[in-house]
């Protein structure tokens, strides 16, 4: 029972009050579905797509489940010591991983995505409880005082939370039983170009990014920090093979935008970047590169 969908959570500028919401940590990581069938388990991204070599650590702990079928939703983060997530470890595989479950959509067959989210999550936890494998985590939640708790995240200096329905069914595509409050702006873009690197710097200057306004990659900006030296000769590799020789953006930015010495590529590759704020023109303030998005399609991105 695939679901067609995952949920997705709508941004929002403030968490909802009143009772009828429950709020969860935001985990900066990859939205994984989790199948279990008899025995065997399949890991598969937003888009439905098959990553399970790509987290073995993490199928191994689901296969520990003791029903016969399951149908899990979360996401798997590289934790660091101090317990927070972090999407750049993630990357580099260098950190502790963990898979944090925050919904079940079906248990031994049983399709429970017609329940309340409460109900869910108590069968969920349940479920959590009868194994002792760490890398599964249950994620726990709040009732109510949403402001409170995002303040507490953003102290924390977390991602942000996501806010839920008590009461709702589960629903794949974005709607408004599911929204999301980010403590620091973070935003998926298009990759359309790069520049040359100054200095003693290999690889790439910065990225050229953008958006889609319906069918146009508009220009968004570029950034040029956040990167580790291997990333960027990583980056570069990935790049070169998909070269163009007009840039991809509608209309195409200005030489005066980004700089000399810039390479148009196809717009093929997602970046998550954090950022401070949107300028008036539509460009990003004070970018910072986090990684690349393997899971996101490109014409998916859009400014949030």
Known sequence: MTPRALQLATLVDEAPEGDDWLHEQKFDGYRICAELARGKVKLLSRRFKDWTEEFPT?????????VKDAILDGEVAAVLPDGRTSFQALQQRGAELAYFVFDVLAIDREDLTGLPLEERKARLAKLLKKTKNKV???SDHVVGNGGAFFRAACEKQLEGIVSKRRDAPYRGGRGTTWVKTKCMKRQELVIGGWTDPEGSRNGI???VLGVYDRSKLVYAGKVGTGFTAKTLIQIRK?????ARDQPAFDPPPPRSWTGPGVHWVEPALVAEVSFTEWTDDGRLRHPSFQGLR?????????RE
């Open 58 to 66: 993490i199928a191994a702990a689901v296969a520990t489940l003791p």
């Open 136 to 138: 599964l985590r249950y």
């Open 205 to 207: 200057g910065s990225l």
């Open 238 to 242: 990935e790049l070169d093979t998909l």
């Open 294 to 302: 393997r899971d996101k399609d490109p014409k998916d991105v859009v």
